[in-house]
């Protein structure tokens, strides 16, 4: 599955921690969006969605949620809850977001600016997606 979990270094001193994010350097592309999740309510679920294009990384930066994660072969938990941890996906991954905390504000960093039409948000032309380019590459 493309994804990985990126660690960043805070700069910490005796007045706390301070994290620094910079396009194609901690994050692996460059960044021209920027948003957040805050006040989540308990049963949400949000995504439910893979991308035509964009990447993303995301970054808990206070409470917790989880992602599931579905690349049409494997599935798998992630469980993000730390500020210097940030969870890259390419976009072909299918992701859900849940299990937020009353107190979670997730961050995310984009790919691109926000279109509609990237988004694939009905499973079965996700899985129609991921055969046609497997196809395109021969696999
Ligand atoms: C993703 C996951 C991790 C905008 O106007 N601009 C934006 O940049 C975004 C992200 C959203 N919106 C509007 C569109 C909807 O009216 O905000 C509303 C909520 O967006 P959406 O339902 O797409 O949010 P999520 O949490 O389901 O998904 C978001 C991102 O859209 C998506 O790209 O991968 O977070």
């Given at each position: 599955?493309?994804?990985?979990?990126?660690?960043?270094?805070?700069?910490?001193?005796?007045r706390?921690?301070?994290?620094?994010?910079?396009?194609?350097?901690?994050i692996?592309?460059?960044?021209?969006?920027?948003?957040?999740?805050?006040?989540?309510?308990?049963?949400?679920?949000?995504?439910?969605?893979?991308h035509?294009?964009?990447?993303?990384?995301?970054?808990?930066?206070?409470?917790?949620?989880?992602?599931?994660?579905?690349?049409?072969?494997?599935?798998?938990?992630?469980?993000?809850?730390?500020?210097?941890?940030g969870?890259?996906?390419?976009?072909?991954v299918?992701?859900?977001?849940?299990?937020?905390?009353?107190?979670?504000?997730?961050?995310?960093?984009?790919?691109?600016?926000?279109?509609?039409?990237?988004?694939?948000?009905?499973?079965?032309?996700?899985?129609?997606?991921l055969?046609?380019?497997?196809?395109?590459?021969?696999?």
């Amino acid at each position: 599955m493309d994804i990985k979990l990126i660690q960043f270094s805070p700069h910490g001193d005796d007045r706390g921690q301070l994290v620094a994010l910079e396009e194609t350097r901690e994050i692996p592309f460059p960044i021209k969006r920027v948003y957040y999740m805050y006040k989540t309510v308990p049963d949400a679920v949000r995504g439910k969605h893979a991308h035509r294009k964009l990447e993303q990384v995301l970054v808990c930066l206070h409470g917790s949620c989880k992602v599931r994660l579905d690349d049409g072969k494997e599935k798998q938990v992630v469980l993000l809850d730390k500020p210097w941890e940030g969870l890259y996906l390419s976009n072909v991954v299918w992701r859900e977001m849940f299990d937020f905390s009353p107190d979670a504000v997730l961050m995310v960093l984009a790919s691109d600016y926000y279109d509609e039409a990237d988004y694939i948000r009905n499973y079965g032309d996700f899985l129609a997606f991921l055969r046609k380019q497997s196809e395109k590459e021969g696999n």
